[in-house]
């Protein structure tokens, strides 16, 4: 069974600031890595991947990946009131497996 | 581009009965997934589907779930004499063969009291 742990916060920062989210994981077999955003009684909503080391900027949003220490973040830049929202980071396996894994996910205000 | 849909999208039901959701894919999704998600946890995983065939199922499926998707597009997710340990949001996803980015309904929120 894979475990995929975040910082269960609650991480409050103040408009503007960079938030910044963790996760890490236990199976060192896990191939892509996901940011899901989910809004308090909404559905997940994808915001971000990536399955290579490194960084991968998408506007404000920058996951990091580092593998050799099963670790990935994401790290929100000038963060805004509507960015308040659970942040839940999910792995699958081995190339071609089929289903993710989440963590609790990690609740993110953000004040005005 | 229509997103992946679901229905009902809340169910409040009595202990014993049965409940059937349903799952539309996006169009062009060849694979369907099945979630569950209770308060304060991540989403897990419960079953999934290669067009008609589930391909995997979850420990936590027990024998009152049942899952199917009989011509490949939509799917539907059946809970037999439902217990109040059931009530939870049931989340399907789905895919595109070959990329690993899953996109969810919003959800069926089922309550049983």
């Known amino acids: 069974q894979k475990e995929v742990e975040q910082n269960s916060g609650p991480l409050s920062v103040p408009e503007g600031a960079i938030a910044s989210l963790n996760c890490t994981y236990s199976d060192r077999g896990s191939q892509s890595f996901f940011w899901y955003r989910q809004y308090s009684g909404k559905s997940p909503e994808l915001i971000m991947f990536?399955?290579?080391?490194g960084d991968k900027e998408d506007g404000r949003f920058t996951a990091q990946l580092n593998k050799a220490s099963q670790y990935v973040s994401l790290l929100i830049r000038d963060s805004q009131p509507s960015d308040s929202a659970t942040y839940l980071c999910?792995?699958?396996?081995?190339?071609?497996?089929?289903?993710?894994?989440f963590g609790t996910g990690t609740r993110l205000t953000v004040i005005p | 581009d229509t997103g992946v849909s679901q229905d009902p999208r809340h169910k409040i039901t009595k202990r014993g009965q049965n409940v059937t959701f349903r799952c539309d894919p996006i169009?062009?999704?060849?694979?369907l997934y099945w979630y569950r998600q209770t308060l304060g946890q991540g989403p897990e995983f419960l079953t999934y589907?290669?067009?008609?065939?589930?391909?995997?199922k979850s420990r936590l499926l027990s024998d009152r779930f049942s899952a199917e998707r009989p011509k490949g597009s939509f799917s539907t997710l059946e809970i037999q004499r439902t217990e109040q340990g059931d009530s939870a949001m049931y989340l399907c996803?789905?895919?595109?063969?070959?990329?690993?980015?899953?996109?969810f309904g919003p959800g069926t929120r089922l309550t049983v009291t």
């Open positions: 996803a789905s895919s595109f063969s070959g990329r690993p980015q899953q996109y």
């Open positions: 990536i399955y290579s080391n």
């Open positions: 999910a792995v699958n396996g081995e190339t071609g497996a089929n289903n993710l894994f």
């Open positions: 589907f290669q067009n008609e065939a589930q391909l995997e």
């Open positions: 169009s062009e999704h060849n694979r």
